[in-house]
């Protein structure tokens, strides 16, 4: 059995932020930029505070089986909640995206690369 790889969007918004939580927001702003996102193990976070409240988590993850993607998207809302709650920013609508990458339709250059390798 081969391993799949999971890229999982977790979005939500900032709910209930006090100036405090607001600047700490901005003063991290620029690691936090949607310029620098990537899907991670550990997750990252990209958030716009200055235009709008709503953040995005993004994670990676594998499994073995179609299946594990279930466990995968909830270990990474699970994750996403427990480092908002952990800092005390409030948050509310937390909705997931996940893709299997295994079954990701191959771009016009892969499936020139897929043809070659075969």
């Known amino acids: 059995m081969s391993t799949r790889e999971f890229r999982i969007t977790v979005r939500g918004v900032f709910d209930g932020l006090d100036e405090a939580q607001r600047a700490d927001l901005l003063a991290n702003a620029a690691e936090h930029d949607v310029l620098r996102a990537a899907f991670t193990a ?22 073995e089986a179609e299946e594990d993607i279930l466990a995968a998207t909830e270990r990474a809302e699970n994750a996403a909640a427990a480092w908002l709650t952990e800092r005390g920013y409030g948050f509310k609508n937390l909705r997931s995206q996940a893709e299997d990458l295994s079954l990701a339709a191959l771009g016009k250059r892969r499936r020139r690369e897929a043809a070659r390798a075969v």
């Open 42 to 63: 550990e997750g990252h976070l990209s958030y716009d505070i200055a235009a709008r409240t709503a953040f995005t988590f993004r994670f990676a993850d594998t499994g």
